[in-house]
């Protein structure tokens, strides 16, 4: 528990002031092997302050590995892991949080039972009152989580009510919150709309889109192409652990990302032969040289 109550709200690199204008977190080259597995490889991506970056692909892409790369739960095993321009190494995921980078995962690591200003101080809890006999500060939580809330554009009536309570979309939306008031300065967020309905997914991006207003650096990690161009200002398309597509939002379409999620060039590179194939229609396939993934600059073309 927390004596001054402000958890890790505000924290600030230990190592000098960020390079202005240069992205808050970036990998160059990066990859991770497990023994003789290799799952991600030569993978480049850039995060800054007050944009949404798209991370897509299917299962088994490698999304979960860049994941635990930037949260500090594995280690990455060749190229560079970069924070504010400072190659970086985490041993843990809260060296990360140190640093600012904050994920929230599906499962949310709440406590269904409990309510949902508890959950939202849970493990960083305010108290008052001399040592030893110090007791939560109830009050001052409640209050600061529905300030928080409310900061985000989440109205809930009942504080106290159990956050298991909630819909799917309102606990994602209240996990956002906790991340951002805790100091977050890079959000990763882990499938938020994977097991939403269209309603819950809608409130999701809305927070997403809230959250990159407030100047985070959003790290938007899912399968479906249509949540992810609705709020993405950047576009990185994994395949079997490689960067197939590096897109600004600008530089690619819904039907060209659309495209790249579902193997279209695959399945593009065998049109001749599906073509062949009775009862398949292949007339609405992409042609192999429309699906030429947009060469991403190098770090050293950047201002």
């Known amino acids: 528990m927390t004596d001054n109550g402000t958890g890790t709200h505000g924290a600030v690199l230990q190592d000098g002031t960020p390079d202005e204008g240069g992205p808050l977190v970036e990998l160059r080259g990066a990859g991770k092997s497990y023994g003789n597995v290799r799952a991600l490889h030569g993978v480049d991506l850039r995060v800054h302050a007050g944009r949404v970056t798209c991370v897509l692909g299917d299962n088994g892409a490698g999304k979960s590995t860049l994941i635990k790369i930037i949260s500090g739960l594995h280690q990455h095993t060749e190229g560079e892991f970069l924070v504010d321009g400072r190659p970086v190494r985490f041993s843990t995921p809260r060296e990360a ?61 009942d504080l106290e009510q159990p956050i298991g309570t909630l819909s799917g979309g309102q606990r994602q939306s209240v996990a956002i919150a906790r991340a951002v008031y805790f100091g977050a300065r890079v959000l990763i967020l882990d499938e938020p709309t994977a097991a939403l309905g269209v309603k819950q997914s809608g409130v999701v991006l809305k927070y997403i889109a809230a959250a990159r207003d407030r100047g985070l650096g959003v790290i938007f990690i899912t399968h479906n192409p249509h949540h992810a161009y609705m709020v993405g200002d950047h576009f990185s398309v994994l395949r079997l652990g490689t960067l197939e597509l590096s897109a600004e939002r600008g530089e690619v379409g819904l039907e060209e990302l659309t495209n790249h999620m579902a193997g279209g060039a695959e399945l593009a590179a065998l049109k001749h032969e599906l073509a062949q194939v009775r009862g398949v229609d292949v007339e609405e396939l992409p042609e192999e040289g429309d699906l030429t993934a947009p060469v991403a600059p190098s770090p050293e073309g950047d201002s």
Request: glycine letters at 6%; proline letters at 7%; charged letters at 25%.
């Open 97 to 157: 949080l140190h640093q600012g980078i904050a994920t929230v995962y599906q499962d949310l690591a709440t406590v269904p039972l409990m309510p949902v200003w508890r959950n939202f101080f849970l493990g960083s809890e305010m108290t008052k009152g001399p040592w030893p006999v110090r007791r939560l500060d109830i009050h001052r939580m409640k209050r600061t989580a529905d300030e928080e809330l409310r900061n985000m554009g989440i109205v809930l009536d």
